[in-house]
C-alpha cells in the first residue's frame, strides 16, 4: 500500500494519547515513530499504560520540534488546552502536519476564545488557518491541509445531530436546547476531587452550567450552517460510566415533519459518510451501541402535540470524540479512504 507516513503523539499518557496509539497500531498507512510527554520522557510507555507492554516498546520522547521533524511527517497533540496554541507554531514551521485535539484553535475569535478557555489565544493567523474538522460536515475543506482543529466531544455529537435539520430549515434554530450527558473519560486522566470514585459513583450531576467551554463551538458552527447567528441553550452533565456522550436535543419545527421524513433527510445528508448511522422509525441509540468505535448513531421523536422534535446522538467521547475523529481527518488530509484504519465493531457489551 506504499509508504507508510511516519507520526507523533504529543500527549502520548493522556486518553485522548492512548487511543490514538491503539487506532494507529491497526492504520495500514501509518507508523507511530514517537509518542511524547512532557512529564514522562526517557520512560517506557508501559510505565503509565501496563497494557501497551510488549506493543509498544518505545520510550517517551521531550517535546523537541527539531527531534520530532527527524521523526514524523504529521503531529496529533493531545495535550490540554492552552499548551497546544504554544506548540503548533513550532511544529508547523517545522514543516510538520498538525492535527489538534485540544481546544485552541476551534474557535475563529482569540476573543472568545480567552473568554471561554481562560487562556492566552493562538496566534490570529493559525486560527484563521486551521480547519474545523468534523469530517461528515466540512470533510471536503481538509484535502491537503497543514493544520486541523479537531472538534471537541460534546460538539461533535451535538452537532452531527443537529446540523441536517438546521441546514434544510425544518427546526426553528431560536428554540435549540441540548441536554448532554458524558462519562468520566471526558474529564482526563488527571486527578480532580469531582471525579473520585465515591464522588461520582451513584450520582449524576449537572456541571459548567451555562459555561462550558464548548457551547461557544457549537454556536459557532450552527451559525455558520444557519448562515446567522444561532444562541442555544447546553447543558452538560456527568455520568458514572467510563466512556460514552448522550446528547438530547430539542428544537421546534417549522412546519410538521414525521419520522420518516426525518429519517430520509439524515440518510440523505450523510450519504457516503460511514460513520454516522440513522436510526428505524421507532429506535433510538444508546452510547453502549458505540463504545469503543468511531460511529455516532442518530435517533428521531418528532411530537405533533408540542411541534417538537427530540434527536439523540451518541458516541464514544474518546474516538468520534477525540481520536478516531482526528484520524478520520488524517485520511482525508492525506486523501485516503476516510475509514482506513478505523473499521473497528462497537464492543459490546
Known amino acids: 500500500m506504499g509508504t507508510k507516513i511516519r507520526a507523533a503523539i504529543v500527549g502520548s499518557t493522556g486518553y485522548g494519547g492512548v487511543e490514538l496509539i491503539r487506532f494507529l497500531l491497526q492504520h495500514p498507512l501509518v507508523e507511530i515513530t514517537s509518542v511524547i510527554s512532557s512529564s514522562n520522557a526517557g520512560a517506557p510507555i508501559a510505565d503509565a499504560y501496563p ?15 527539531a527531534l520530532i521533524k527527524s521523526k514524523a511527517d504529521v503531529v496529533f ?21 498538525v492535527i489538534d485535539l485540544s481546544g485552541d484553535f476551534r474557535l475563529k475569535s482569540g476573543e ?32 491537503g491541509v497543514d493544520l486541523i482543529s479537531n472538534p471537541g466531544c460534546y460538539p461533535t455529537a451535538t452537532l452531527l ?19 448532554a450527558k458524558t462519562g468520566v473519560s471526558g474529564g482526563g486522566r488527571g486527578l480532580s476531587l469531582g471525579f473520585h470514585y465515591s464522588e461520582i459513583n451513584e450520582n449524576f450531576l449537572a456541571y459548567k452550567v451555562n459555561k462550558h467551554q464548548h457551547l461557544p463551538e457549537i454556536e459557532q458552527v450552527l451559525s455558520r450552517i444557519a448562515g446567522k447567528e444561532v444562541v442555544t441553550t447546553f447543558t452538560a452533565h456527568l455520568v458514572p460510566m467510563t466512556r460514552g456522550i448522550l446528547c438530547t436535543s430539542y428544537a421546534s419545527l417549522t412546519e410538521p415533519h414525521t419520522d420518516a421524513e426525518f429519517i430520509e433527510l439524515y440518510r440523505t445528508y450523510y450519504e457516503g459518510r460511514p460513520f454516522v448511522r ?5 429506535k433510538v441509540p444508546a452510547t453502549k451501541e458505540v463504545w469503543g468505535s468511531n460511529y455516532c448513531d442518530i435517533g428521531f421523536s418528532t411530537d405533533p402535540r408540542t411541534g417538537r422534535l427530540t434527536i439523540i446522538s451518541v458516541i ?34
Open 278 to 282: 440513522i436510526r428505524p422509525e421507532g
Open 51 to 65: 497494557h501497551l507492554a510488549e506493543i509498544v516498546t518505545d520510550r517517551l520522547d521531550a517535546i523537541d520540534p
Open 161 to 179: 445531530g443537529l446540523i441536517p435539520a438546521l441546514a434544510a430549515g425544518w427546526i426553528d434554530p431560536k428554540t435549540i436546547i441540548t441536554d
Open 77 to 97: 497533540t493531545a495535550t490540554p488546552h492552552g499548551v497546544s496554541s504554544a506548540l503548533v507554531p513550532q511544529f508547523l514551521e517545522a514543516g510538520l502536519k
Open 316 to 349: 464514544d467521547n474518546l474516538v468520534k470524540g477525540a481520536a478516531g475523529q482526528a484520524i478520520q481527518n488524517l485520511n482525508l488530509m492525506m486523501g485516503w479512504d476516510e475509514t482506513t484504519g478505523l473499521t473497528m465493531a462497537p464492543v459490546y457489551p
Open 112 to 143: 472568545v476564545y480567552e473568554q471561554w478557555y481562560k487562556h492566552k489565544p493562538a496566534p490570529e493567523e493559525l486560527i484563521a488557518k486551521a480547519v474545523y474538522g468534523l469530517a461528515e460536515v466540512f470533510g471536503d475543506e481538509i484535502l
